[in-house]
Protein backbone atom coordinates (compact mmCIF):
# COMPACT_ATOMS: atom_id res chain seq x y z
CA UNK A 1 0.00 0.00 0.00
CA UNK A 2 1.28 3.64 -0.79
CA UNK A 3 1.94 5.66 1.98
CA UNK A 4 -1.01 7.50 3.15
CA UNK A 5 -0.32 11.75 2.57
CA UNK A 6 -3.97 12.51 2.60
CA UNK A 7 -4.92 14.86 5.57
CA UNK A 8 -5.58 13.27 8.76
CA UNK A 9 -7.32 15.01 11.84
CA UNK A 10 -6.17 14.33 15.40
CA UNK A 11 -8.17 15.26 17.97
CA UNK A 12 -5.90 16.08 21.32
CA UNK A 13 -7.35 14.42 24.60
CA UNK A 14 -5.91 17.27 26.27
CA UNK A 15 -9.06 19.51 25.38
CA UNK A 16 -11.38 16.60 26.50
CA UNK A 17 -12.89 16.07 29.78
CA UNK A 18 -10.61 14.26 31.84
CA UNK A 19 -13.24 12.14 33.41
CA UNK A 20 -14.38 10.97 30.46
CA UNK A 21 -11.89 9.58 28.29
CA UNK A 22 -13.27 6.63 26.88
CA UNK A 23 -16.59 7.95 25.98
CA UNK A 24 -14.99 11.52 24.69
CA UNK A 25 -12.39 9.23 22.34
CA UNK A 26 -15.88 7.26 20.94
CA UNK A 27 -17.13 10.51 20.46
CA UNK A 28 -14.48 12.36 18.30
CA UNK A 29 -14.12 8.64 16.72
CA UNK A 30 -17.79 8.44 15.40
CA UNK A 31 -17.55 11.96 14.20
CA UNK A 32 -14.44 11.52 11.67
CA UNK A 33 -11.20 11.80 13.86
CA UNK A 34 -8.37 9.86 12.12
CA UNK A 35 -6.02 9.70 14.38
CA UNK A 36 -6.55 9.97 18.64
CA UNK A 37 -3.40 12.26 19.99
CA UNK A 38 -2.40 11.85 23.60
CA UNK A 39 -0.29 14.33 25.23
CA UNK A 40 2.08 12.86 28.30
CA UNK A 41 3.94 15.94 30.42
CA UNK A 42 5.71 15.29 33.13
CA UNK A 43 6.11 18.55 34.74
CA UNK A 44 9.84 18.91 34.35
CA UNK A 45 10.51 18.83 30.67
CA UNK A 46 7.39 21.27 30.20
CA UNK A 47 5.51 23.20 33.26
CA UNK A 48 2.11 20.82 33.47
CA UNK A 49 1.82 17.37 34.40
CA UNK A 50 -1.29 15.04 32.65
CA UNK A 51 -0.70 11.31 32.75
CA UNK A 52 1.64 8.26 32.54
CA UNK A 53 1.51 4.82 30.66
CA UNK A 54 -1.48 3.52 32.97
CA UNK A 55 -4.09 6.03 31.40
CA UNK A 56 -3.01 5.27 28.11
CA UNK A 57 -3.55 1.82 28.52
CA UNK A 58 -6.54 2.04 29.89
CA UNK A 59 -7.66 4.24 27.01
CA UNK A 60 -6.45 2.23 24.59
CA UNK A 61 -9.45 -0.08 24.45
CA UNK A 62 -11.46 2.54 23.15
CA UNK A 63 -9.64 3.92 20.17
CA UNK A 64 -10.04 1.95 17.23
CA UNK A 65 -7.57 3.82 14.92
CA UNK A 66 -4.37 4.86 15.62
CA UNK A 67 -3.32 5.89 18.79
CA UNK A 68 -0.40 8.83 18.85
CA UNK A 69 1.64 9.51 22.00
CA UNK A 70 3.49 12.58 22.33
CA UNK A 71 6.05 12.52 25.20
CA UNK A 72 6.92 15.80 26.83
CA UNK A 73 9.05 14.00 29.33
CA UNK A 74 12.72 14.30 30.42
CA UNK A 75 14.31 11.90 30.54
CA UNK A 76 12.24 9.20 27.95
CA UNK A 77 13.91 6.11 27.49
CA UNK A 78 13.63 4.21 30.82
CA UNK A 79 9.76 4.98 30.03
CA UNK A 80 9.47 3.36 26.36
CA UNK A 81 8.57 0.09 26.98
CA UNK A 82 5.81 0.97 29.53
CA UNK A 83 4.08 3.56 27.04
CA UNK A 84 4.86 0.93 24.07
CA UNK A 85 2.62 -1.82 25.77
CA UNK A 86 0.16 1.09 26.60
CA UNK A 87 -0.47 -0.01 23.19
CA UNK A 88 0.67 3.45 21.06
CA UNK A 89 1.09 3.12 17.40
CA UNK A 90 3.68 6.05 17.57
CA UNK A 91 5.42 7.53 20.39
CA UNK A 92 6.75 11.13 19.65
CA UNK A 93 9.90 11.89 21.76
CA UNK A 94 11.02 15.79 21.31
CA UNK A 95 14.71 16.11 20.43
CA UNK A 96 15.23 18.76 23.32
CA UNK A 97 14.54 15.85 25.51
CA UNK A 98 17.77 14.88 26.12
CA UNK A 99 21.57 14.69 24.53
CA UNK A 100 21.19 11.30 22.81
CA UNK A 101 17.66 11.26 20.59
CA UNK A 102 18.91 8.68 17.83
CA UNK A 103 19.33 5.96 20.59
CA UNK A 104 15.84 7.12 21.77
CA UNK A 105 14.52 6.93 18.31
CA UNK A 106 15.94 3.25 18.00
CA UNK A 107 14.67 1.98 21.34
CA UNK A 108 10.92 3.19 20.09
CA UNK A 109 11.53 1.31 16.76
CA UNK A 110 12.73 -1.64 18.75
CA UNK A 111 9.59 -2.08 20.63
CA UNK A 112 7.50 -2.59 17.75
CA UNK A 113 6.36 1.25 17.76
CA UNK A 114 6.27 3.89 15.17
CA UNK A 115 8.79 6.35 16.01
CA UNK A 116 8.24 10.63 16.19
CA UNK A 117 10.60 13.40 16.17
CA UNK A 118 9.45 16.65 17.77
CA UNK A 119 10.95 20.27 17.44
CA UNK A 120 10.08 22.94 19.61
CA UNK A 121 9.36 26.35 17.77
CA UNK A 122 13.15 27.57 18.69
CA UNK A 123 14.68 24.06 17.63
CA UNK A 124 15.78 24.58 13.85
CA UNK A 125 14.32 22.20 11.37
CA UNK A 126 17.72 21.32 10.00
CA UNK A 127 18.33 19.24 13.15
CA UNK A 128 15.95 16.69 12.10
CA UNK A 129 18.44 15.73 8.65
CA UNK A 130 20.66 13.07 9.98
CA UNK A 131 17.60 11.33 11.36
CA UNK A 132 15.08 11.37 8.70
CA UNK A 133 15.90 7.56 7.80
CA UNK A 134 15.33 6.80 12.25
CA UNK A 135 11.63 8.04 12.26
CA UNK A 136 7.88 7.59 11.03
CA UNK A 137 7.21 10.93 11.72
CA UNK A 138 8.28 14.69 12.70
CA UNK A 139 6.17 16.49 14.70
CA UNK A 140 6.98 20.41 13.99
CA UNK A 141 5.06 22.48 17.24
CA UNK A 142 3.39 25.21 16.67
CA UNK A 143 3.22 26.18 20.08
CA UNK A 144 5.21 25.83 22.64
CA UNK A 145 4.44 22.85 24.35
CA UNK A 146 2.50 22.67 27.84
CA UNK A 147 -0.90 24.06 27.26
CA UNK A 148 -3.91 23.62 25.16
CA UNK A 149 -5.40 26.59 23.81
CA UNK A 150 -2.35 28.88 22.51
CA UNK A 151 -1.40 30.89 19.83
CA UNK A 152 -0.94 29.54 16.54
CA UNK A 153 3.56 30.66 15.53
CA UNK A 154 3.33 31.34 12.26
CA UNK A 155 7.38 31.14 12.14
CA UNK A 156 6.95 27.81 12.02
CA UNK A 157 5.36 27.24 8.52
CA UNK A 158 8.48 28.02 6.82
CA UNK A 159 9.84 24.99 9.03
CA UNK A 160 7.20 22.85 7.65
CA UNK A 161 7.92 23.65 3.82
CA UNK A 162 11.61 22.90 4.36
CA UNK A 163 10.99 19.84 5.83
CA UNK A 164 9.09 18.52 3.42
CA UNK A 165 11.78 19.05 0.78
CA UNK A 166 14.00 17.13 3.31
CA UNK A 167 11.99 14.00 3.41
CA UNK A 168 11.53 13.83 -0.36
CA UNK A 169 9.86 10.18 -0.82
CA UNK A 170 10.55 8.66 2.67
CA UNK A 171 7.16 7.42 4.31
CA UNK A 172 7.82 10.11 6.80
CA UNK A 173 4.69 12.27 7.79
CA UNK A 174 4.69 15.52 8.91
CA UNK A 175 2.01 16.38 11.66
CA UNK A 176 1.60 19.62 13.39
CA UNK A 177 0.61 20.47 17.02
CA UNK A 178 -0.82 23.67 18.51
CA UNK A 179 -3.14 26.31 17.61
CA UNK A 180 -4.52 24.35 14.40
CA UNK A 181 -7.67 25.69 13.73
CA UNK A 182 -9.57 26.44 10.46
CA UNK A 183 -7.32 29.01 10.13
CA UNK A 184 -4.09 27.87 10.23
CA UNK A 185 -5.07 24.83 9.06
CA UNK A 186 -4.58 25.90 5.45
CA UNK A 187 -1.60 27.71 6.14
CA UNK A 188 0.18 23.95 7.22
CA UNK A 189 -1.35 21.83 4.72
CA UNK A 190 -0.28 23.68 1.95
CA UNK A 191 3.25 24.11 3.44
CA UNK A 192 3.26 19.78 3.47
CA UNK A 193 1.83 18.62 6.85
CA UNK A 194 -0.59 15.46 6.46
CA UNK A 195 -0.78 14.99 10.46
CA UNK A 196 -3.36 17.89 11.98
CA UNK A 197 -3.46 17.64 15.96
CA UNK A 198 -6.20 19.88 17.33
CA UNK A 199 -7.23 20.14 21.16
CA UNK A 200 -9.27 23.19 21.48
CA UNK A 201 -10.62 23.55 18.12
CA UNK A 202 -11.75 20.25 18.40
CA UNK A 203 -13.65 19.77 21.64
CA UNK A 204 -15.20 23.80 21.54
CA UNK A 205 -18.86 23.85 22.04
CA UNK A 206 -19.35 20.51 22.77
CA UNK A 207 -19.21 18.01 25.78
CA UNK A 208 -19.62 14.31 26.99
CA UNK A 209 -23.35 14.71 26.49
CA UNK A 210 -23.52 16.90 23.18
CA UNK A 211 -20.95 15.55 20.68
CA UNK A 212 -22.25 17.11 17.39
CA UNK A 213 -19.94 20.29 17.84
CA UNK A 214 -17.20 17.68 17.70
CA UNK A 215 -18.38 16.47 14.08
CA UNK A 216 -19.08 19.87 12.78
CA UNK A 217 -15.45 21.16 13.86
CA UNK A 218 -13.33 18.53 12.29
CA UNK A 219 -15.05 18.70 9.71
CA UNK A 220 -14.15 22.55 9.14
CA UNK A 221 -10.23 21.63 10.38
CA UNK A 222 -10.34 18.79 7.42
CA UNK A 223 -12.30 21.51 4.91
CA UNK A 224 -9.93 24.14 5.16
CA UNK A 225 -6.60 22.10 5.20
CA UNK A 226 -8.44 20.06 2.04
CA UNK A 227 -8.87 23.49 0.10
CA UNK A 228 -5.58 24.50 0.31
CA UNK A 229 -4.06 21.49 -1.53
CA UNK A 230 -6.54 21.72 -4.47
C1 LIG B 1 0.59 21.13 23.62
C2 LIG B 1 0.08 19.78 23.18
C3 LIG B 1 -0.95 19.85 22.14
C4 LIG B 1 -2.20 20.56 22.55
C5 LIG B 1 -2.78 21.23 21.37
O1 LIG B 1 1.67 20.98 24.45
O2 LIG B 1 1.16 19.00 22.68
O3 LIG B 1 -1.24 18.56 21.60
O4 LIG B 1 -3.16 19.74 23.12
O5 LIG B 1 -3.86 21.98 21.80
P1 LIG B 1 -4.49 23.12 20.90
O6 LIG B 1 -4.97 22.48 19.63
O7 LIG B 1 -5.58 23.65 21.74
O8 LIG B 1 -3.40 24.12 20.62
ZN1 LIG C 1 0.71 17.13 21.56
Known sequence: MSFDRSIKIAPSILSADFANFGQEIQAVEAEGADWI???VMDGHFVPNITFGPSTCKAIRPHIKGVMDVHLMISPVDQYIDAFAESGADFITAHLEAGPHIHRTLQAIRATGAKAGLALNPGTPVEAAKGLLDDVDL??????NPGFGGQKFIRSQVEKVRTLRAMIGDRPVHIEIDGGVDPTTAPLVAEA?????VAGSAVFKGGSVSNSNPYGENIRAIR?????ALR
Open 37 to 39: HVD
Open 138 to 143: VCIMTV
Open 192 to 196: GADVL
Open 223 to 227: AAAQS
